[in-house]
Nanobody
């Protein structure tokens, strides 16, 4: 059974940084693309970043230049480095996995973590 577990969320002031981690188990991680999504209260889940099995990356315009997605296949882990955080980045952040290519579409992902809260104070 595939499992994704996020960590690294917390409370940070605007302009600060956080690094989220997502540890995968129960799947051949190197063959999967992973994505980060976020959901703020009362809003739909939205795409943040994705990295393919070949490490091609793609970002939402709202985080481009501030966030960096990366992966370590030896550790079965994907990371999201978040810099220059803004209050509007406040949300629950989820990682997800799908076979092969990355995607910005929620419904293309097969496996999801439980989420980690990120709160950015002004």
């Amino acid at each position: 059974q595939a499992q994704l577990v996020e960590s690294g969320g917390g409370l940070v002031q605007a302009g600060g940084s956080l690094r989220l981690s997502c540890a995968a188990s129960g799947l051949t991680f190197r063959l999967y693309a992973t994505g980060w999504f976020r959901q703020a209260p009362g809003k739909e889940r939205e795409f943040v970043a994705t990295i393919s099995s070949s490490s091609t990356t793609y970002y939402a315009d709202s985080v481009k230049g501030r966030f960096t997605i990366s992966r370590d296949n030896a550790k079965n882990t994907v990371y999201l480095q978040m810099n220059s955080l803004k209050p509007e980045d406040t949300a629950v952040y989820y990682c997800a996995a799908k076979s092969a290519g990355g995607s910005r579409f929620v419904n293309e992902y097969n496996y999801w973590g439980q989420g980690t809260q990120v709160t950015v104070s002004s």
